[in-house]
């Protein structure tokens, strides 16, 4: 199979715009979908004028998921005007009937996409229907549908190496348990992907598909790594991680796993043959059942953020211990420091095993004080009375994802809480100065930022699963890019 290519979709209101995204998507692409059903006046002569490189026109209509609202007859007018014009290829949906069939029939299915479209989820008997759509003779047939959960992403791999060696085949997971079809479309056997910004749901940037993920450097036996969590939205783990790899010169890839669940991720990673994952929230303790054998860090604190994968077991360890750590202990002596650590999920284990043994007297602080105590219990301490209190502490640690993109204006802790401390360190690290940050600041408390500990947990990741020195410096530079974009 050829090396998948890139499609860039650009969608405009106005013309002139769409003719600018086009033109600035050339060239970094190998075609570009000119969405002509967005347009306020849809014209095919305009949008093809002055055109630099290969197009694919569409003009999806809206009972597909599309802008145009106009009639049939209009529509095809506006694609066989495209094929007139020399329009490398045109989009028509499966669904269009005898229109569609026509089409492919006039071009002997040369230069056209024959497309069907999914927004609620998967067909059942989707490989019964590629096979009907293949029959028909468009060079290229897409099929688009909407992945709820990592396994709804299955089907299409077992399209691509099945009917995907015989046909041209554009598979797309929409949605965001589905971007990881996005960048592998090397493994899913797809013959191009989709980039653009959200013109679909979990579209990817060009820009970040070329540089973020190397796109054109995937192969089939590209090795894959990941992110398990939910939401990822605001990780920056994968730029990090990418770059790490390049610099190294290593044949992999990190990618984005938004899973319903721990065996959600577990089918597919044994889909895909991933080697391993990072594990954020909300699935830190879920992953330790799966495990067939975890470092001391990880039976301590009864949560991994690692993943390892040798032959049918996953290894486990908490990196984040020492990555919690490293950057702390450069600026205070933790024996007898009074510590209030808020949150009960993964990230509050691993800090409370941190912790442990350091002679900091730690107070724990959740919404659940079962929760509380169970962490409490980690570290030796106790749990508290509601939230934290000003005057009770000397170090505050946020372990909870309140204040992290988009929803960067809210506080995990009140602000009377805050006075009297002396460091607060809010793993939070997007944004890189958090509104806790801020807050604790004008209160007359040092911060301390995730950042520190997402780099040093990530780098002994890299480590474990590479068995290569991680470019720490490299990887921070990398994330503080990335968190940039966010801005």
């Given at each position: ?405 988009p929803d960067s204006g809210e506080l995990p802790v009140d602000r009377a809480a805050l006075p009297g401390g002396r460091l607060v360190y809010d793993l939070v ?59």
């Amino acid at each position: 199979m050829a090396r998948p290519l890139i499609c860039a979709t650009v969608a405009e209101t106005r013309l002139e715009a769409l003719r600018e995204a086009r033109d600035a998507a050339s060239g970094a692409a190998d075609l570009v979908e000119v969405r002509l059903d967005r347009l306020e006046r849809p014209e095919a002569a305009g949008a093809l004028a002055g055109r630099r490189g290969p197009v694919l026109v569409t003009c999806r209509p809206a009972w597909e998921g599309g802008g145009f609202t106009g009639s049939e007859a209009e529509r095809f007018g506006l694609l066989e005007d495209a094929v007139r014009l020399g329009a490398e290829y045109v989009d028509v949906e499966w669904r269009a009937g005898e229109r569609a069939r026509a089409l492919v029939e006039r071009r002997n299915g040369r230069g056209v996409v024959l497309s069907f479209h999914d927004f609620e989820g998967v067909p059942g008997d989707l490989e019964g229907l590629a096979a009907v759509m293949c029959a028909g003779g468009a060079e290229v047939v897409k099929l688009a549908v909407t992945a709820r959960r990592l396994g709804d992403t299955l089907p299409l791999l077992a399209l691509g190496r099945g009917l995907g060696r015989q046909h041209a085949l554009a598979l797309v997971a929409m949605g965001n348990a589905g971007v990881a079809t996005r960048i592998l479309a090397a493994h899913v056997g797809s013959c191009w992907t989709y980039a653009g910004d959200g013109v679909a749901p979990g579209q990817i940037p060009l820009r970040d598909l070329l540089e973020t993920y190397s796109f054109r450097a995937i192969t089939p036996s590209t090795a894959i790594y990941g992110i398990l969590g939910r939401p990822l939205g605001h990780s920056v783990s994968p730029a990090m991680h990418n770059a790490a790899f390049r610099a190294r010169g290593l044949d992999a890839v990190y990618v984005p796993f938004e899973a319903e669940g721990v065996e959600d991720f577990r089918l597919v990673a044994l889909g895909l043959d991933v080697r391993g994952a990072s594990v954020t929230a909300p699935f830190k303790a879920d992953v330790v059942p799966y495990l067939a054998k975890a470092d001391r860090a990880t039976r301590q604190a009864g949560a991994a953020n690692t993943i390892r994968v040798r032959g049918d077991d996953w290894e486990g360890r908490n990196t984040d211990v020492e990555g919690f750590l490293d950057p702390l202990r450069r600026r205070v002596a933790l024996g007898g420091l009074r510590v209030a650590l808020v949150g009960a999920g993964g990230a509050a284990r691993a800090v409370a095993a941190a912790l442990a043994g350091t002679g900091a007297r730690v107070t724990v602080h959740a919404r659940r004080r079962d929760a509380a105590a169970a962490v409490a219990a980690i570290a030796g301490g106790r749990a508290g009375d509601g939230s934290p209190r000003a005057g009770e502490w000397d170090l505050l640690v946020n372990a909870t994802p309140v204040g992290t993109h988009p929803d960067s204006g809210e506080l995990p802790v009140d602000r009377a809480a805050l006075p009297g401390g002396r460091l607060v360190y809010d793993l939070v690290y997007n944004p890189p100065v958090t509104a806790l940050r801020r807050a604790a600041g004008a209160a007359g408390c040092a911060t301390l930022g995730g950042l520190d500990m997402l780099v040093a947990q990530a780098a002994r990741q890299f480590e474990w699963w590479t068995g290569a020195d991680a470019p720490a410096g490299l990887m921070r530079a990398a994330a503080e890019r990335a968190l940039l974009k966010n801005e």
